[in-house]
Nanobody, 121 residues
Framework: QAHFVESGGGLVQPGGSLRLSCEAS????????MRWYRQAPGKEREVVAS????????RYTDSVKGRFTISRDNVKRSAYLQMRSLKPEDTAVYYC??????????????WGKGTLLTVSS
């Protein structure tokens, strides 16, 4: 059974930076694209960024383009989200999950607990 452990969240001032990590287990990590999602209070979960199996293709939602960078390490079975120029509207619980491709719509596995990012002065 797939399992995700997200970490790295915290309280950051607007304009600050933070790096999130996602450790995956229970499936063949390198076979799947990986995706970061977030869910802000009172809102639905949304896609933030996706990365292909070998890391050659990345996709971002418009609101984070130029500020966030997704990456992965298949040896460590981990995905990362480097976030810069953070804004209060980035405040959310961040989750990762596997998908078939960077264009796929459906996450493949149950959700982890996520990691909370709060952007506030």
């Amino acid at each position: 059974q797939a399992h995700f452990v997200e970490s790295g969240g915290g309280l950051v001032q607007p304009g600050g930076s933070l790096r999130l990590s996602c450790e995956a287990s229970g499936f063949t990590f390198s076979r799947y694209a990986m995706r970061w999602y977030r869910q802000a209070p009172g809102k639905e979960r949304e896609v933030v960024a996706s990365i292909s199996q070998e890391g050659r293709i990345t996709r971002y939602t418009d609101s984070v383009k130029g500020r966030f960078t997704i990456s992965r390490d298949n040896v460590k079975r981990s995905a990362y989200l480097q976030m810069r120029s953070l804004k209060p509207e980035d405040t959310a619980v961040y989750y990762c999950n596997a998908v078939e491709t960077t264009l796929a719509t459906t996450p493949l596995h149950d959700w982890g607990k996520g990691t909370l990012l709060t952007v506030s002065s």
